[in-house]
């Protein structure tokens, strides 16, 4: 009991850790497509990760089984010799727009025909701009109208501006240096945010993965994972697996101590049955027996468990999120972001695992003693020298 219910607790809170980043985002799943340098690094630029996303990839990963929701994004740069910021417009979605409303420190939250803009609070305080202010992207005015927390929403997908997708898409379509690599429309994406049901989650990467071939860029948990293969229990999968063979073991050893028992007392046994006990009743006995040495191993292995995760109080997990998911130009350092995450979270026991495993315990045990005792041996033939 406690080896499933503290390795089943330590898997869960390990994987819990690695989905953070990406969850912070509301979606399960990022995709940006790798693309090319623009002739000139100056106005409205999209950065090599986020290339144009066609319209029919686009279609086509909704299509996809287990997908729940998409949102589409738009992320660009906008370099010029006094300044640079970087920009996201993004859909009118739980993912998108909802995702920063929930993190609005000031002002009012965007629309999805809104033009106007959000700002990172740490871009706006360095820049002395607030609600009410105005901001120049793309050579466009735009309307101050809140300031949001980014950071609370960790290091992936982060800007310094924000603004509803049809107005950066209008921006992105009429950007030269956008132009000049890509046929990018009013209508058109270059992020995607995909929220996926979780049994599915693995088949939709690999979906994802090899619709876009070598220039597809998707992150999710299984990325983050792969990044700490040195960790063990990086997965609940793991988790249950270690616990399943531990729990197989303990299981032999209780068949093997429940044998050893009854052979301790056969005289014991014998003597019952010649005093009269029927073996259905020697065999209820030794069944209650077994029965009470369960329970109170379940107890004290959840006991220990529980006082085992008290103790450790939540496990750290640090991750170097890569460049792709927050670009920021390498030749511009005021823009350099630190992108070294922890995460920290705490340890909870898994009631369902251990609801599983003391169920498990109590059949061993029970099990143990039933296919031992199948039949009622002759208790004068251990009786005869008494």
């Keep these: 009991m406690l080896a499933a219910v503290l390795l089943t607790a330590l898997a869960a809170s390990y994987a819990r850790a690695v989905r953070a980043p990406i969850e912070t985002v509301g979606a399960d799943v990022i995709v940006q497509i790798t693309g090319d340098i623009p002739p000139k690094l100056e106005g409205l630029v999209f950065p090599h990760p986020n290339a144009l996303f066609p319209a029919a990839a686009v279609a086509a990963v909704r299509a996809m089984q287990g997908v729940i929701s998409l949102t589409r994004g738009v992320y660009m740069w906008e370099l010029a010799p006094d300044h640079y910021q970087s920009i996201l417009g993004i859909d009118d979605s739980e993912a998108g727009l909802g995702s920063l409303a929930s993190r609005l420190i ?14 990172d609070s740490d871009f706006a305080t360095k820049q002395n701009l607030k609600v009410g202010a105005s901001i120049g992207v793309g050579g466009t005015k735009f309307p101050v109208r809140g300031i949001v927390d980014a950071a609370r929403g960790g290091k992936v997908v982060r800007a310094d501006v924000y603004m509803a997708l049809a107005p950066a898409q209008a921006l992105a379509a009429a950007a030269p240096m956008v132009q000049a690599l890509y046929p990018f429309s009013r209508n058109d994406a ?22 876009l071939d070598k220039k597809g860029i998707v992150s999710s948990e299984l990325s983050f994972r792969e990044a700490l293969s040195g960790v063990l229990f990086l997965s609940q999968r793991m988790g249950l697996i270690v616990a399943a063979v531990i729990g197989a073991f303990a299981a032999a050893f209780v068949f093997r101590a429940t044998a050893s028992a009854i052979q301790e007392r056969r005289r014991e046994l014998a003597v019952l049955q010649a005093i009269g006990w029927s073996w ?24 220990l468990a529980l006082a085992i995760a008290g103790l450790l109080g ?73």
């Design 106 to 119: 000031d002002g009012k939250p965007l629309g999805a025909g809104d033009q106007a803009v959000l700002l």
């Design 314 to 386: 939540h496990i750290s997990v640090t991750l170097d999120l890569p460049w792709d998911l927050s670009s920021t130009p390498h030749f511009i350092p005021e823009a350099t972001l630190n992108r070294t995450q922890t995460i920290t979270v705490p340890i909870g026991i898994p009631w369902q695992a251990a609801a599983i495993a003391a169920g498990g315990s109590l059949f061993v045990g029970l099990a143990a003693a039933v296919l031992l005792l199948t039949s009622a041996p002759q208790p004068w033939s251990l009786l005869h020298s008494e």
């Design 280 to 303: 259905r009743h020697i065999r209820q006995q030794v069944l209650l027996e077994n029965a009470m040495l369960a329970i109170a191993g379940v107890a004290l292995g959840i006991l």
């Design 190 to 211: 270059n992020l995607l945010l995909v929220k996926v049901d979780r049994q599915h989650l693995e088949a939709v990467v690999d979906k994802v993965v090899a619709l």
